[in-house]
C-alpha cells in the first residue's frame, strides 16, 4: 500500500521557470492538501482540496495554482518560480475534510529555485 | 483563530530517559489534537490524536499525551527514550475543518547513548 505518492523527490528551477508537482493517493481519501516547510516553521497550508471538484485557498496561496485532477491525483503548480519558493513541499490526504481526521503525508518535494 | 507553541525548538535526553516535549494551544472551539513524527528525508506520519473521550491518549512506539483543558496543554510522554525515537516531532490543532489544521514550529529530540 502505496499512501501519498510525490514526484519528483528533488527539483532545481532557475527564476521564472515553470513546475508541477504531482501528487498521488490510493487511500480512497475524500481531501488532499499541500503545505510547505521552511526551517523553524513548521508546516504553512498553501491549498486543499476539501473533495473532488473544489479547491481552497490556505495560509500562504500566492505564486500558486493547484488542481484536483480526479479523487487520486492533487497537482502544485508554480508559474513562475521566484527564491521565496525555495522549500520542501508535501502532500496530504485525509479521509474526510473534518478536523478530526488525520493527515496522511507523502516524503516531500524538496525544490530549489537559484 | 488557533494556535500551537511547542516549548523548546530542541530536546536532549540520554537513552533510557523520559521524554517531555510540551504543545499548548489556543482555539476558539473545541480542539482536535494531533502529534506526528518526521524523520530525516520523509513525511510527518501520525504518533497520536485526541478527539473525545478519555484525556490520556496513548500512540505508536509507546508515546502517550494528556489534553488537559485548563491548562491548554497537549504534552507528549514517553516513560523511557530509544535512540530510535530521534526525530522532529509536531504537535497539530485542528477545528472543525481538516484543512484548517496549525501547526506547531516543531521540537527536534536528540537520544544521547
Known amino acids: 500500500n502505496a499512501g501519498v505518492t510525490q514526484t519528483p523527490k528533488f527539483q532545481v528551477l532557475k527564476t521564472g521557470q515553470s513546475m508541477t508537482l504531482q501528487c498521488a493517493q490510493d487511500m480512497n481519501h475524500n481531501s488532499m492538501y499541500w503545505y510547505r516547510q521552511d526551517p523553524g516553521m513548521g508546516l504553512r497550508l498553501i491549498y486543499y482540496s476539501a473533495s473532488e471538484g473544489t479547491t481552497d485557498k490556505g495560509e500562504v496561496p500566492n505564486g500558486y495554482n493547484v488542481s484536483r485532477l480526479n479523487k487520486r491525483e492533487f497537482s502544485l503548480r508554480l508559474e513562475s518560480a521566484a527564491p521565496s519558493q525555495t522549500s520542501v513541499y508535501f502532500c496530504a490526504s485525509s479521509e474526510r475534510g473534518t478536523g478530526n481526521s488525520p493527515l496522511h503525508f507523502g516524503n516531500g518535494t524538496r525544490l530549489t529555485v537559484t | ?113
Open chain 2, 1 to 113: 483563530a488557533q494556535s500551537v507553541t511547542q516549548l523548546g525548538s530542541h530536546v536532549s535526553v540520554s537513552e533510557g530517559a523520559l521524554v517531555l516535549l510540551r504543545c499548548n494551544y489556543s482555539s476558539s472551539v473545541p480542539p482536535y489534537l494531533f502529534w506526528y513524527v518526521q524523520y530525516p528525508n520523509q513525511g510527518l506520519q501520525l504518533l497520536l490524536k485526541y478527539t473525545t473521550g478519555a484525556t490520556l491518549v496513548k500512540g505508536i512506539n509507546g508515546f502517550e499525551a494528556e489534553f488537559k483543558k485548563s491548562e491548554t496543554s497537549f504534552h507528549l510522554t514517553k516513560p523511557s527514550a530509544h535512540m530510535s525515537d530521534a526525530a522532529e516531532y509536531f504537535c497539530a490543532v485542528s477545528g472543525t475543518n481538516a484543512g484548517k489544521s496549525t501547526f506547531g514550529d516543531g521540537t527536534t529530540l536528540t537520544v544521547k547513548p
